[in-house]
């Protein structure tokens, strides 16, 4: 525990001395120290519906978004206890279909997750009942550890995904302004745990 301790000091120590002298960004490696930074820039982690033997990803949004997927009060058309099963599956390590490809897909290779094309790192957690659905867009910190910054109503994504892309990167810069998402070329490096490309289904 203590060498854990001392790890998380350095660590801190580091990205704060680079802050200041070089105004460099940092990654982080560690689930502490990435949880400890997302609750201080004022994150809150969501939690399973019901109890799961691990959690084994973590999901951290806007308290704006909290609040929405709590249900209290829930938009028109968002069904916050779908929403929450879909979350709850995430958080669980359970089979996330995963898409990098901006294309239509047939119904039963929709994907859970999509990495929008040419923008920076931002990704869409898919909730697509009742269709057409809700979005949550935003960034991965760590394997297994998304941020969530922008939910909105699938009707009013169409021809915004650049507006959409914008919003979520000024956000990440305001929350964790040091901190640069997950860049990688292989999924597992953003997803973890149990996933399939669906790029690669004929």
Aim: charged share 30%; hydrophobic share 40%; aromatic share 8%.
């Amino acid at each position: 525990m203590a060498g854990n301790i001392g790890y998380v000091r350095r660590l801190r120590e580091r990205l704060e001395g680079a802050k200041l002298l070089h105004g460099r960004r940092k990654k982080l490696t560690n689930s502490a120290t990435c949880h400890t930074f997302a609750v201080n820039a004022g994150l809150v982690p969501r939690e399973p519906l019901r109890t799961i033997p691990d959690k084994r990803r973590h999901l951290y949004v806007t308290e704006e978004i909290a609040t929405i997927l709590d249900g209290v009060p829930a938009p028109t058309h968002f069904a916050a206890g779908l929403a929450n099963a879909k979350i709850t599956a995430f958080l669980a390590g359970r089979m996330m279909a995963v898409s990098r490809e901006d294309r239509k897909w047939k119904k039963h290779h929709e994907p859970d997750l999509v990495k929008l094309v040419g923008h920076d790192e931002v990704w869409e957690l898919c909730f697509r009942v009742p269709a057409p659905g809700w979005r949550l867009f935003g960034r991965f910190l760590e394997r297994g550890v998304f941020v969530g910054l922008v939910l909105i109503d699938r009707h009013e994504v169409a021809g915004r995904h650049d507006e959409i892309a914008e919003l979520v990167k000024s956000r990440w810069s305001s929350k964790l302004p040091h901190l640069d998402p997950i860049s990688s070329t292989d999924l597992d490096d953003y997803v973890g745990w149990v996933w399939r490309n669906v790029d690669e289904v004929e």
